[in-house]
């Protein structure tokens, strides 16, 4: 199969999964989520059909300004709901603290040994503590909730950046806006965790992808800016490996369709993988860690992908346990596959399809993304706004209901906007922002149902979604447009 024929079936594989999440979810929701989402649908079409009519002169200045405002609410939102660390957020708190009172880890290295994909996030929260601290005392949650309130605020203002050239200021306006309205985005604003610390380098990383296959560009640039996706696609697979999926989703364009793009593509994995050879040695050599027990406590890939296999695929208590048990990562390694082939057996094709059906109810149909029983495990201090987002909170429901509603709307929009993107006939225009978003969103959902999976991994993706939600309603209204005009004539 050449290359134009393997982008089609890429891209009608897309079009099938997100069109299957969109069936699934909408047959678990009530009525009333349905009729609120259809009431949310509209709105959201008048908003678009207003920025149709304003003018993009001041447009960029407005929504830097309305970025701005976003993150100063989100860090009081933040503040009024913040909760004492906990689960793997309180583990990298603390490990933060430990890094900083003692210059290594000394008391919480083992957890390190065990998940070190949740090292470079303490040393990334680490170091902007102790940026801060240049500045006076500091108290370590507030300063973790101001740098996850700018972490959400810069991801959201790189996605409009990324946006404005290839589908036009207002598109990516009304994109931001959505962002600006998403209940999960504030949900998550205390929670300074990996979910919301690696959102504007995946970002960042659209946006040097988008200007690197920019046709425009010449070699000089198109080296620089894959220089610099490599960069950022590093520090996102460090915080997120999903983060990271907005260069694979490039490369795939690139090597299917975009072969000019194959100097920017050169450029960003040798600075990707000379970033990641030199992180290894640095560790190796920083004294912060013992790395010489690695393998006893180190869970492999394989024991998450036969979490994954389990009820509906989220994180097992007991299967950790189980594993952490076993003396080396070679044990928990054979143990994991003869589960897995075990579990496979058990399940037929059947019971797999069945498996996988509830697996994407459970990721994908929760549209406060798992933050609400994370808000209820440590309350820090009881405020008017638990009586929001907690679920025996007096408006819980409405909060919840606004968040659900927009969840379904932009299933809709997900599933609307990958047919439209399937059935597009020809190459792809020169601004590859599109495919590459399309791309990046279908690797995220294709690998959530082989690994442990949770709706907050689908966090740092909820920028995305506000694009492609506002691409195909712009497309919608310009259809329509053009047949109300076309009727005129």
């Not at 995220?444 to 909820?462: D, G, K, P, Q």
Request: proline share 3%; charged share 15%; hydrophobic share 55%.
């Amino acid at each position: 199969m050449t290359a134009k024929p393997l982008y089609r079936a890429a891209r009608i594989l897309c079009a099938a999964l997100f069109t299957i999440i969109f069936v699934l979810c909408i047959l678990s929701n009530l009525l009333s989520d349905i009729l609120i989402a259809a009431g949310i649908l509209l709105l959201f079409i008048a908003i678009c059909a207003l920025l149709r009519r304003c003018a993009e002169k001041r447009l960029t200045l407005l929504f830097v300004l309305l970025t701005v405002g976003f993150g100063v609410a989100l860090y009081f939102f933040g503040m009024d709901i913040r909760v004492r660390p906990s689960w793997d957020f309180g583990r990298i708190y603390n490990g933060a603290a430990d890094l900083i009172q003692n210059g290594r880890f000394e008391t919480t290295w083992s957890y390190y040994l065990e998940s070190v994909n949740n090292l470079f996030p303490t040393l990334w929260i680490a170091g902007f503590v102790r940026l801060f601290a240049l500045f006076g005392p500091v108290n370590m949650l507030p300063a973790l909730v101001a740098l996850n309130a700018a972490s959400i605020a810069l991801a959201v203002l790189f996605l409009f950046f990324a946006a404005k050239a290839a589908v036009g200021t207002r598109t990516a306006f009304a994109a931001g806006l959505l962002c600006f309205i998403s209940a999960p985005l504030y949900a998550y604003s205390p929670i300074c965790y990996t979910d919301t610390l690696s959102m504007p380098f995946m970002t960042l990383c659209l946006f040097l992808c988008a200007r690197g296959l920019d046709r425009q560009r010449g070699k000089k640039g198109a080296l620089l800016f894959g220089a610099a996706a490599g960069a950022a696609a590093f520090v996102a697979y460090r915080l997120k490996p999903t983060a990271a999926f907005p260069l694979i989703a490039a490369a795939v364009v690139i090597l299917l369709v975009r072969r000019d793009g194959l100097r920017f593509l050169a450029a960003a994995f040798a600075v990707f993988a000379l970033c990641m050879g030199g992180y290894q040695f640095w560790l190796g050599r920083s004294g912060l860690i013992d790395l010489s027990d690695l393998d006893a406590y180190r869970l492999p890939a394989m024991h998450y992908l036969r979490m994954g296999l389990i009820g509906n695929g989220g994180y097992n208590g007991e299967s950790h346990a189980a594993a952490a048990a076993l003396p080396d990562a070679a044990a928990r390694t054979a143990q994991a596959r003869e589960e897995i082939a075990a579990l496979l057996r058990e399940y037929g094709v059947g019971g797999l399809l069945s498996h996988l059906v509830e697996k994407i109810r459970y990721t994908w149909n929760d549209g406060l993304y798992y933050a609400t029983p994370i808000l209820a495990q440590d309350v820090y201090q009881y405020t008017d706004l638990h009586q929001i987002v907690l679920s025996d909170g007096k408006y819980f429901a409405l909060w919840r209901g606004w968040a659900q509603g927009m969840q379904i709307v932009t299933l809709g929009c997900l599933a609307a906007g990958s047919i439209s993107f399937a059935a597009r006939r020809g190459r792809n225009d020169d601004a590859a922002l599109m495919p590459v978003v399309w791309f990046t969103l279908f690797g995220v959902a294709a690998f959530l149902l082989i690994w442990e999976t949770r709706a907050r991994y689908l966090v740092n993706c909820i920028p995305l979604f506000a694009l492609c939600t506002a691409t195909i309603l712009f497309a919608a209204l310009d259809k329509a447009g053009a047949k109300i005009s076309a009727g005129k004539k």
